[in-house]
């Protein structure tokens, strides 16, 4: 191959005569010089390790694991404050339940390993993922126990709801009444001298509605010598309510009647000397005080 070069320099156009040898020689020659170059280069990275990108790489791992520091405390602080309020909120709960069961009468649940009447300054609790645990753990099994002692409570409480809707605790005359005799001893209306009293009597107008005092199962209704028109309703449990000297009757045996239902009206037949209820409360055939069972109603505090 013939290169021929020209150049201002030259008067005269110079022919250069490149051959195959001089082509293999520079191709030989720039692959050793890049060869040389690159191992330089790693050279250089490898065991000089280029101070400044070694800075750099160190100061992101530093920034790196103080990030990861920084977020785990935050972290354990909102945890151990989290434990905190729900420690706050069992001793609330603690409260309700002795509230309740002092309302209630019925079993008061559990109180926590701590004391509620406590106090004392705030020292932050160090924070330690460990003990944290431990403490949600504690808290889990106090909720535990005491929501099973409220879950007894409300079952205890369902019952005793149960069996206050059937006691005869609603005035049985409707509209203004007084009371004329008490219950217990007194004397015979009829002159016969002392008498045991076995029911309060509710003086009103004639025809007054008389009311079931309780739900219940009418089991008498028809009349006697001395009672007069008579109705007794069962409400369960061996407790029965009398109602007597009515004008009327307005119920039949074996008829359910909801508290407040009218059963007849007042009046005075039987052994009466003028329009009255007589109202009886018995307990396995043994007469209690209607006004024990009347006391939440306005005439039974006169
Ligand atoms: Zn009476």
């Not at 005269?12 to 060869?35: E, P």
């Not at 404050?81 to 019925?106: I, K, N, P, Y």
């Not at 007597?244 to 007042?266: N, P």
Request: proline letters at 6%.
């Amino acid at each position: 191959m013939q290169i021929i070069l020209v150049s201002s320099r030259f008067s005269l156009a110079k022919s250069v005569d490149v051959n195959m040898r001089h082509i293999v020689a520079a191709l030989g020659v720039f692959l050793l010089a890049v060869l040389c170059g690159s191992s330089a280069l790693s050279w250089l990275a490898v065991h000089l390790r280029l101070p400044m990108v070694q800075a750099q790489i160190e100061a992101m791992q530093t920034r790196e694991m103080q990030d990861k520091e920084a977020k785990a405390k935050s972290n354990l602080q909102a945890l151990a404050a989290r434990v905190g309020e729900l420690q706050a909120r069992m001793v609330q709960l603690d409260g309700l339940g002795q509230h309740l069961s002092s309302r209630t009468g019925l079993e008061p649940p559990a109180r926590g390993p701590e004391n509620a009447n406590e106090g004392g300054p705030f020292v932050p609790m160090p924070l330690d993922e460990k003990k944290l645990t431990e403490e949600i753990d504690a808290l889990s099994q106090r909720i535990e126990t005491q929501a099973e002692r409220f879950n007894n409570m409300e079952s205890l409480l369902r019952a005793a709801m149960v069996r206050r809707a059937f006691l005869p605790t609603t005035m049985p005359v409707a509209g203004p009444s007084r009371l004329g005799s008490p219950f217990g001893i007194r004397n015979d209306p009829f002159g016969r001298g002392m008498a045991l009293h076995e029911g309060l009597d509710f003086v009103a107008p004639y025809g007054a509605p008389v009311l079931a005092a309780a739900g219940g199962v009418v089991v008498n209704a028809s009349y006697h010598h001395e009672f007069g028109n008579l109705v007794e309703i069962n409400h369960g449990g061996e407790l029965i309510t009398r109602y007597a000297h009515m004008s009327a009757i307005k119920v039949t045996v074996g008829m359910t009647v909801r508290r407040g239902q009218q059963v007849g009206e007042l009046g005075s037949t039987g052994r009466s000397t003028g329009p009255h209820l007589h109202f009886e409360v018995r307990k396995n055939g043994s007469p209690l005080n209607p006004s024990d069972f009347l006391a939440s109603s306005s005439l039974a505090r006169r």
